[in-house]
T-cell receptor, first 111, second 115 residues
Framework: DAKTTQPPSMDCAEGRAANLPCNHSTISGNEYVYWYRQIHSQGPQYIIHGLKNNETNEMASLIITEDRKSSTLILPHATLRDTAVYYCIASLYNQGGKLIFGQGTELSVKP | DTEVTQTPKHLVMGMTNKKSLKCEQHMGHRAMYWYKQKAKKPPELMFVYSYEKLSINESVPSRFSPECPNSSLLNLHLHALQPEDSALYLC??????????????FGSGTQLSVL
């Protein structure tokens, strides 16, 4: 599994877009990029994943660079409930479902 | 029903005790996972079961013994634990565990304290 690097913490104003970066420079061609978040005292929650193309769902957008060495998770209108630790994971998911978490980014959304 | 249910939510045990953590899902998922999470750290993978067979053991000490009685249930048997084993134990499930494009559904965890 490729190693991922994220900033340890970020702040975002409520109502603004939160852009969370992730570096995965050693990612291989068949590794997906996954994002999960963990709100305090809860289990991690799946947000989104992608391979090459940008992806969007009801929670967020995922932008992956053309060389796939980095990606950005975008929460378009952050709310206080989005305060959580966000984990970026590059996972060779077709080998037994091994999902290895990195250190994550602690996002604080402030009023 | 998209829930993974873990019991108990909190557990305090002595180093000589035997206890079990339980996890249940009714989403028809065939893969189930145990993760361990220390405070302020990311979850660490312990075990993966796929189609009720143990497919991954991340070199976990034998004082942790997983069991998958059927596709809906996952247990973690604990015996002779050490204080450093105190952590949040998370259970997760996914559709198959060996395919791409899968997402994991996590329970809220069991907070374990070993005295």
């Amino acid at each position: 599994d490729a190693k991922t690097t994220q900033p340890p913490s970020m702040d975002c104003a409520e109502g603004r877009a939160a852009n969370l970066p992730c570096n995965h420079s050693t990612i291989s061609g068949n590794e997906y990029v996954y994002w999960y978040r963990q709100i305090h005292s809860q289990g991690p929650q799946y947000i989104i994943h992608g391979l090459k193309n940008n992806e969007t769902n009801e929670m967020a957008s995922l932008i992956i660079t053309e060389d796939r060495k980095s990606s950005t998770l975008i929460l378009p209108h952050a709310t206080l409930r989005d305060t959580a630790v966000y984990y970026c994971i590059a996972s060779l998911y077709n080998q037994g479902g091994k999902l290895i978490f990195g250190q994550g980014t602690e996002l604080s959304v402030k009023p | 029903d998209t829930e993974v249910t873990q019991t108990p939510k909190h557990l305090v045990m002595g180093m000589t005790n035997k206890k079990s953590l339980k996890c249940e899902q009714h989403m028809g998922h065939r893969a189930m996972y145990w993760y361990k999470q220390k405070a302020k750290k990311p979850p660490e993978l312990m075990f993966v079961y796929s189609y009720e067979k143990l497919s991954i053991n991340e070199s976990v000490p034998s004082r942790f013994s997983p069991e998958c009685p059927n596709s809906s249930l996952l247990n973690l048997h604990l015996h002779a634990l050490q204080p450093e084993d105190s952590a949040l134990y998370l259970c997760a499930s996914s559709n198959q565990g060996s395919a791409t494009n899968e997402k994991l559904f996590f329970g809220s965890g069991t907070q374990l304290s070993v005295l």
